[in-house]
Structures are given as structure tokens and as C-alpha cells.
């Protein structure tokens, strides 16, 4: 496992790096201690538990929450001191985070480009991303899974160099999932670093080039999901999940 | 400011796609008009009601798009986690909430421009005496209004509790601080009452600039004060 990372190394970029970050909320401990990196042009996996620390992990990485202690840095910057020069290069979905009602497919796109200073063509990437013809739907109006496929889409209108995808799948049918599958792989085929928590193993499997299990604020493993199996002793990644969580298997 | 335009074009559509606003912020105000001056007539003092209640009216309207919408729309986008969504990209708090206040008065620009037409063209109201004072009584009237609207938008939870709150206040208000009643017509303990409240200035500064009468340094300063104390508070305060 460590060869292989340390001829990665000398390849790749590391885009995300944390060490020892730590997180509390009104005295309750969220994040003990978690350590990652994540190399420029991966799918990299969050996996875990509820209530494990993946949210508040990926919202410290986007800047939207800040840590108690430990190193964090984002394309070499620090998510809390420089959260002006590091939001025009991430894009992120939240989890349960929404649109005003009314508000069309369109108009978010035009309005969330506006924000950036070098943004992508967003009548482009409406096409791209099959929106079009929902380009004068509200929001309210929309399924799951074209909302999921809008939140994408506002990920990236900034041409950003990182995205945080979370729980990306979760409450979508098995179609609107596989698809959804489809489209966060050509994300990463763009050449944009994907983070992504997920509840699902099968999905992990998938599309995770690397994956980290958090469970009580830690990083218990990572490694491919191969690797994971490997530790594991266990055929599926569900299973090695399971082993690796000291949850029981189903 | 990057963006600010997009963003009050986009807050003007929803605000035109929700009725609610539409009725309480235009027509209401509108048909209170037709109410009041449906049967002519003049205050004692010879002011024609048409004179009198064109900016009263026009200070209901502030309060509603001030007092009411404002705050129910920034809770709401907290309670829905717009604003979280909104803080992951680069666009300014400043920006954000500043494209926010200039749509809400917009709203009430319209439904000022609605009051002084029908006024105007149904009921003969004179133009305004000092359209320059009108003017700015009417900006500060709006910036402390909008003030005291974000600050219960800064710390209302949902957008529900924020519309009732606002409601509370505002109904009150317009009528002890002589925006539906002349302040002439009330008793001289209830209008000592309504000058305490935020909304008075506004009414007297708004109602002077219309006739002529000299406005009060002390009512526009009271404004100034309130915008600077509440948007003061509503900053430290606010939470995404």
C-alpha cells in the first residue's frame, strides 16, 4: 500500500491534506483527530457511520465550518484564513441545502455563475448536464434526481478544481443513482478532484479511486477499495465495512 | 459586488412570483387608499385627505416590504439553508444582502409609484411640495425600517416565525404611528404613544416633505440612529 502511494506521489498533486483535525459542537467531540490527503484528479471516498464526522469534515475542507485544531489545507490554502482565494476554486453540493422555490433551473445557473469571476459557460453546461429542457422549471417542481443533477451543475459552474459531493445519492431510486453514478465520473474525467461521503458501499466500489472510513471522529482506514477488502479478509466492501467499523455484518 | 445585479433581478422575479407580497406590499395599500378616499373630504386643518394619506400610505408600504417581507425572506432562505449554500461560493455577505434590501424596496417603490397615481389621477392629490426631502425621507424611512427587519431576519429561525413576528410588529405600529390614522385625528395620549415607535419619523418626515412644512432635523436623525444601531446589531448578530 505504501509503495504504491509513494509512486503516486512522485505523479500526482496533493490537493487536499489534513492532519490531526479536530471538531467540537457545545462541548460534544465531532472530529478527535482525522488525517487525509487527497491527490489531485481521484474520486476520493468518505465513509462511515452516522454521525461519524464526514459532513463536518467536508464542510471545514469547503470553508463553511471552522476547526478546533489540527492542519487543513485545500489547493495549499487554509480553508478558514483564506476562504476568499480557495471558494472561487471549489464547488460544492450540501447535503438537504436547497433553492428558493421559485426559483427556475436557469435562473440559478445565471445567477450562481455571476458569482464567479472566471465561470464556465453556464447555458454550456445546462446542455451538458441534460437541463435544458428544464431550464424553465422552479425548483419546487423538480424530482430528486433533477435536483441532484442541478446541484451538480452549480458545483462546477465556477470551472472549480475541487468538488465536495455530499451524500449525493442518498433518497434517489436506483436509476436516478446509476446515472448519477455516470455523471460524477465525468466530473473526475474533467480533471476535477471529486470528494465524496457516501452511505453506500456498493457506490464506493464504484467510483472510489481511494476512500477513507471515518467512525467517531477518526479515520479508522484508507486505501482503494480493493485494499479495504484486502484488510478486511472479506469479498465485498460492504462487508470490510462492517469488519473494519466493528458494526455487525449483515 | 460581483453578481449583484444577477441577484436582484433574480429576488424581484421570486418576490413577483409569490402573491402574498404582491397583494399585501401593492394592492392592499391601494385598495386602503380607495377605502379612506372613496368619499372625499379634508382633516380639519384643510389638508385634503388625498394629500394626507398618499404618504401616509406610502409609509405602510415601506414597512411592509421593510418590516415584513424582508425579514420572512432572509429567515426562510436560513431555515431552507439557502444562505449555507449561498456562503460556499465566493459571492460577498455584503453583496448577498445588499441586492436583497434594493429588491425589497423596489417592491416598495412600485407600490409608492401605485399610491401617488391613483392619488395623483383618481383622487387629485397635489404633487409634493419638496420632492427632494420626500425623497430622502423616504430613503431613511427605508434604511431604518430595512434595519430593524434584518435584524429579525438575522436571528428568526424560520421564515414562518419571522412573518409572524414582523406581522406583530408591524400592524401595530402602522396604526398608533399615524400611517392609517392622521396623526391630527388621534388622542393626544395615543399618539404619544405611536411617537416611540420606529415607524413615527418616517410618517412625519414623509407627510412634511409632501406639504412643504419644515421637516424635523430630530425625526430624520432618529431614523439615521435606528439604521445605524439595528444594522449594527443585525450584523453581529446574523447567522447563516
Known sequence: ?????????????????????????????????????????????????????????????????????????????DPQTDRRRLLPRVGVQLQEAALPDALKVGEALKMYASFYEKPADWRALMDEWGLTERQRSSFRSLSGGWKQRLFIALALVGNPEVVFLDELTTGLDPSARRMTW???REIRDRGVTVVLVTHF?????ALCDRMAIIDQGRVITHGTPGELKAQGRTESLEDAYFALTGGQAA | ???????????????????MSAFF?????????WVKLRNGGSLPSGLSLADANVPMLTTF????????????????????????????????PGMLFGAQWVAHMLLAVFGTALLVAIGFFVYGASAPANVGGVVVAWLLAALSLSAIGFLLGAVVP???????IGLSLFFPMVFISGAIIPRESMGGSMRAIGDLTPMAPAVQAIRAGWEG????????????????????????????
Not at chain 1, 509503495?3 to 465531532?30: F, L
Not at chain 1, 458501499?201 to 466500489?205: H, L, P, T
Not at chain 2, 429567515?75 to 456562503?87: P, T
Not at chain 2, 424560520?158 to 409572524?164: E, K, N, P, Y
Open chain 1, 1 to 77: 500500500m505504501s509503495e504504491v502511494a509513494a509512486t503516486d506521489d512522485s505523479v500526482n498533486m496533493t490537493v487536499i491534506e489534513i492532519e490531526g483535525m479536530s471538531k467540537s459542537y457545545r462541548g460534544k467531540q465531532v472530529l478527535e483527530s482525522v488525517s487525509l490527503k487527497v491527490e489531485k484528479g481521484e474520486i476520493f471516498g468518505i465513509a462511515g457511520p452516522n454521525g461519524a464526522g464526514k459532513t463536518t469534515t467536508v464542510e471545514c475542507m469547503a470553508g463553511l465550518r471552522q476547526r478546533d485544531g489540527g492542519v487543513l489545507r485545500v489547493l495549499g490554502l
Open chain 1, 182 to 184: 455516470g455523471l460524477v
Open chain 1, 201 to 205: 458501499m456498493d457506490e464506493a466500489q
Open chain 2, 1 to 19: 459586488m460581483r453578481g449583484i445585479t444577477q441577484v436582484i433581478a433574480v429576488e424581484l422575479k421570486l418576490i413577483a412570483r409569490d402573491p
Open chain 2, 25 to 33: 406590499a401593492l394592492a392592499f395599500p391601494a385598495i386602503m387608499l
Open chain 2, 61 to 92: 408600504v415601506i414597512g411592509m416590504a421593510a418590516l415584513v417581507i424582508l425579514p420572512a425572506t432572509v429567515a426562510q432562505y436560513r431555515e431552507r439553508l439557502v444562505l449555507k449554500r449561498l456562503r460556499a461560493t465566493p459571492a460577498s
Open chain 2, 158 to 164: 424560520s421564515g414562518r416565525g419571522a412573518t409572524v
Open chain 2, 213 to 240: 412644512s419644515a421637516m424635523s432635523p430630530i425625526s430624520l436623525a432618529v431614523m439615521l440612529g435606528i439604521c445605524l444601531v439595528a444594522g449594527g446589531v443585525a450584523i453581529k448578530a446574523f447567522r447563516w
